[in-house]
């Protein structure tokens, strides 16, 4: 017993826990940063600020989703800061940028967001990164068969946001569809922050195309879908997308002009399972509100750092081993999206769901079509992975 609480009274003295989220607080991705953030906090309630027997110190650093400023602030929370474990970011382009510097530090780096195809990529995938986003081409690949199997679109025009996110995400959906036998007419990417869609519009509209394909996040989505129904072409090309297009937190913000938009993810309110269910209660009990991707990203990061340190025993003195405990900690989740785990380049291996825009019980959700299992990275890179 002495022993025991020895052992019990150095975890207490121990100095606390630092994780550093690097997010986009202002900006056109602003809500992704909120959102995921209030997922991690969510999470750090439920555990009592703790987890390994040591308190959690939580600093945040707002990255604005801009490269530079993502440099300068991540280097102050590694450097000055001594922070433990990293969280971020929401970004692609800050994701590319930030991952030499991740990679030389060893600093545990755990990305809930951004999604480009090449940050766990055997080319750039680092021992330090690992990522609980599906990739660009995990979501957006197998909605290219899909479409072909379930729908009658055969000729699609492609519209997405000029950035890394944007083109690798329809790039993905473009590979997917032509290699399901469909055809692309037209590919058109407007600026990231584009408030008038109206001349981008023009240009799908005056196609001979059965859908739209499209792939736009945060401000610039609400934008987008709300200005798509306005322009009135939906009934002639109606629109499908990436999940983001939709998420359930924006959907309150586009309304009506949501419905019926059917777009592939890793995660919607909706999933009926135990552990979705009290996270959405627990999250509308706080927030007022349901969860978004983005807060279940938030949530599962924590989920996911909390149950390494628990088998660490709050142990963090070889980074070896907090590598491995955070790659076998994955598969030990019960997570609102269901079962996962890391692949080899510790990438999630997740569920994707076909989901519907609908209005249910007075509120704007995302109703499952078809769930997806254990989709992996390695097998829908192969169009643009040769090695």
């Not at 869609?197 to 709300?226: H, M, N, S, T």
């Not at 939709?246 to 959907?251: C, E, K």
């Not at 983005?294 to 142990?315: F, H, N, R, V």
Request: hydrophobic content about 40%; proline content about 5%.
């Amino acid at each position: 017993m002495l022993l025991a609480s020895a052992g019990e009274d150095s975890l207490a003295q121990a100095p606390a826990i630092k994780i550093g989220l690097l997010l986009p607080y202002t900006g056109v991705l602003s809500v992704q940063g909120i959102d995921t953030t209030n997922g991690f906090e969510l999470y750090l309630t439920k555990i009592g600020r703790k987890a390994g027997g040591r308190a959690i110190e939580v600093l945040k650093e707002d990255d604005e989703a801009k490269p530079d400023i993502a440099l300068t602030k991540i280097k102050k929370l590694v450097e000055r800061d001594h922070v433990d474990f990293l969280v971020g970011p929401v970004s692609s382009v800050v994701a590319v940028a930030i991952r030499s510097y991740v990679h030389e530090q060893q600093t545990p780096l755990i990305v809930p967001v951004a999604f480009t195809r090449v940050l766990t990529s055997p080319q750039q995938a680092s021992p330090s990164i690992f990522r609980i986003a599906e990739t660009t081409d995990q979501s957006n690949y197998p909605m290219g068969a899909w479409m072909m199997k379930n729908t009658k679109y055969r000729r699609v025009v492609v519209m997405a946001t000029d950035f890394v996110a944007g083109r690798h995400a329809v790039e993905a959906f473009i590979a997917g569809f032509k290699a399901a036998g469909g055809e692309i007419v037209k590919e058109i990417y407007p600026p990231l922050n584009t408030p008038d869609f109206a001349p981008y519009l023009a240009q799908a509209g005056a196609e001979k195309a059965d859908a739209v394909y499209a792939w736009f996040a945060g401000a610039d989505a609400i934008r987008f879908v709300k200005q798509y129904r306005e322009y009135g072409i939906g009934e002639k090309m109606p629109l499908t997308g990436h999940a983001v297009l939709v998420d359930d937190t924006i959907m309150p913000a586009v309304g009506d002009a949501a419905l019926g938009i059917v777009t592939m993810g890793s995660y919607t309110s909706t999933l009926d399972n135990p552990e979705n269910k009290a996270f959405v209660a627990e999250y509308d009990k706080r927030y007022k509100t349901w969860p978004s991707r983005y807060s279940d990203a938030g949530w599962m990061t924590l989920e996911l750092i909390a149950q390494a340190l628990d088998d660490l025993k709050g142990d963090l003195s070889h980074r070896d081993k907090v590598r491995e405990a955070l790659k076998n900690a994955l598969p030990k989740l019960k997570t609102p999206r269901g079962h996962l785990e890391f692949d080899q380049y510790r990438q999630v291996i997740t569920p994707i769901y076909v989901t519907r825009a609908e209005k249910v019980g007075g509120r704007y959700v995302n109703t499952v079509i078809e769930r997806i299992p254990n989709v992996r990275q390695e097998d829908v890179w192969g169009w643009w992975n040769k090695k």
